[in-house]
T-cell receptor, first 110, second 116 residues
Framework: QQPVQSPQAVILREGEDAVINCSSS?????VHWYRQKHGEAPVFLMI?????EQKGHEKISASFNEKKQQSSLYLTASQLSYSGTYFC???????????FGSGTQLTVLP | EAGVAQSPRYKIIEKRQSVAFWCNPI?????LYWYQQILGQGPKLLIQ????????DSQLPKDRFSAERLKGVDSTLKIQPAKLEDSAVYLC??????????????FGPGTRLTVL
């Protein structure tokens, strides 16, 4: 069962903040976040391992609540280059396969 | 470091024909994945290899899809016969995987398949 992402789409002005949520009904080993621009391959952003850690990458950070099986991606002071579709991937199961959500389309306007 | 290579980039076939995709992962990456991404959706895992062994193929439609990874390096994904609903981008990815957990996956550019 794939994780649920929200919102499905968001439009921002440059410099504004955004939060993208990802929730799963399964117990998770980790949560991965990827960004995909139109017509391109997904690009890795970060992995969060169970333990409730929070990671950051420049102005993009994320948290993982292991008890609730939820993760959130925080984009601070968004730039035009942040536009794209963001996917969370949840790692579970004996094979530890990654299951991706349906994505959140982020558009940053000047 | 060279990335994940895939070919062809685009393929148009008629239904009931067969098609094959090729993937060359990043050197040294033991784990290789094939994903199907339908327009507007997230990638869906079809098959995962660890070296040349299959780790998970639970979502691979085995009546028409097959995949192999000879010598634990290159991989091919085949569809025979193709259906209209197979129209999608087929992504290959590779990663270093340890027992402690999966590492980031590096994706290739994908093959866009159109079935008419």
């Amino acid at each position: 069962q794939q994780p649920v992402q929200s919102p499905q789409a968001v439009i921002l002005r440059e410099g504004e903040d955004a939060v993208i949520n990802c929730s799963s009904s399964k117990a998770l080993y980790s949560v991965h976040w990827y960004r995909q621009k139109h017509g391109e391959a997904p690009v890795f952003l970060m992995i969060l391992l169970k333990g409730g850690e929070q990671k950051g990458h420049e102005k993009i950070s994320a948290s993982f609540n292991e008890k609730k099986q939820q993760s959130s991606l925080y984009l601070t002071a968004s730039q035009l280059s942040y536009s794209g579709t963001y996917f969370c991937g949840t790692e579970s199961g004996s094979a530890r396969q990654l299951t991706f959500g349906s994505g959140t389309q982020l558009t940053v306007l000047p | 470091e060279a990335g994940v290579a895939q070919s062809p980039r685009y393929k148009i076939i008629e239904k009931r024909q067969s098609v094959a995709f090729w993937c060359n992962p990043i050197s040294g990456h033991a784990t290789l994945y094939w994903y199907q991404q339908i327009l507007g959706q997230g990638p869906k895992l079809l098959i995962q290899f660890q070296n040349n062994g299959v780790v998970d193929d639970s979502q691979l439609p085995k009546d028409r899809f097959s995949a192999e990874r000879l010598k634990g390096v290159d991989s091919t994904l085949k569809i025979q016969p193709a259906k209209l609903e197979d129209s999608a981008v087929y992504l290959c990815a590779s990663s270093l995987v340890t027992l402690a957990g999966a590492k980031e996956q590096f994706f290739g550019p994908g093959t866009r398949l159109t079935v008419l």
